[in-house]
Nanobody
Framework: QVQLQESGPGLVKPSQTLSLTCTVS??????????WSWIRQPPGKGMEWMGA???????YYSPSLKSRISISRDTSKNQFTLQLSSVTPQDTAVYYC??????????????WGQGTHITVSS
């Protein structure tokens, strides 16, 4: 059973870079045909797909975030990482990582992490 777990700082100051890691257990992030995504939900708003890294390392980003986002992976640790630069309070949200056969995902299912709350504040 694949499980995903997000980890991150909790609190980030405006203008800094947010870095989150998703640790995957029970399956490899290089398994053919799967996409590994980051999704977030700001307070009182819906889910927003941010980007994904495919099983072969190819990355896909939301056009609205493309100038600030980077997703990478460490296959030796079976982890993938989100970096979001120049954060503002509008980036405050619960951040999720997920596995899916689709690139873009916004509907939670069993292959989502539990989420980690990130607050951007000085």
């Amino acid at each position: 059973q694949v499980q995903l777990q997000e980890s991150g700082p909790g609190l980030v100051k405006p203008s800094q870079t947010l870095s989150l890691t998703c640790t995957v257990s029970g399956g490899s992030i290089t398994t053919n045909s799967y996409y590994w995504s980051w999704i977030r939900q700001p307070p009182g708003k819906g889910m927003e797909w941010m980007g994904a890294i495919a099983y072969n390392g190819i990355t896909y980003y939301s056009p609205s975030l493309k100038s600030r986002i980077s997703i990478s992976r460490d296959t030796s640790k079976n982890q993938f990482t989100l970096q979001l630069s120049s954060v503002t309070p509008q980036d405050t949200a619960v951040y999720y990582c997920a596995r899916d056969v689709e690139v873009v995902v916004i509907t939670p299912h069993k292959y989502w992490g539990q989420g980690t709350h990130i607050t951007v504040s000085s």
